[in-house]
Nanobody, 126 residues
Framework: QVQLVESGGGLVQAGGSLRLSCAAS????????MGWFRQAPGKEREFVAA????????YYADSVQGRFTISRDNAKKMVYLQMNSLKPEDTAVYYC???????????????????WGQGTQVTVSS
């Protein structure tokens, strides 16, 4: 079992930066792949980034590649999403999630994640 709590969302101007954090509880955190997803109003939840349990493999959505960076600290049971060069289209509720599987397809599929945080709102103004 893993419990996840996101923080760090807020309002930022286009071109600005935010760092989202996800605090996990549970003894087996280091055995889970972690992902960030987002959902904008009226849209489906979409994949943003994922990091393997060891941190050695990372995937990004094309829309954030080069602007966002996912990282994890297994000792602190934390996952981070550094978001730079933010755009208005990045506005969404961002969710942290944990999965017991890993792969190019699985890591991009929200249904593969068994544990989710409550979400944190990110709003980018133009």
């Amino acid at each position: 079992q893993v419990q996840l709590v996101e923080s760090g969302g807020g309002l930022v101007q286009a071109g600005g930066s935010l760092r989202l954090s996800c605090a996990a509880s549970g003894r087996t955190f280091s055995t889970y792949a972690m992902g960030w997803f987002r959902q904008a109003p009226g849209k489906e939840r979409e994949f943003v980034a994922a990091i393997k349990w060891s941190g050695g493999r990372i995937y990004y959505a094309d829309s954030v590649q080069g602007r966002f960076t996912i990282s994890r600290d297994n000792a602190k049971k934390m996952v981070y999403l550094q978001m730079n060069s933010l755009k208005p289209e990045d506005t969404a509720v961002y969710y942290c999630a944990a999965a017991e599987v890993w792969g190019y397809s699985d890591s991009r599929t929200s249904a593969k994640y068994g544990y989710w945080g409550q979400g944190t709102q990110v709003t980018v103004s133009s």
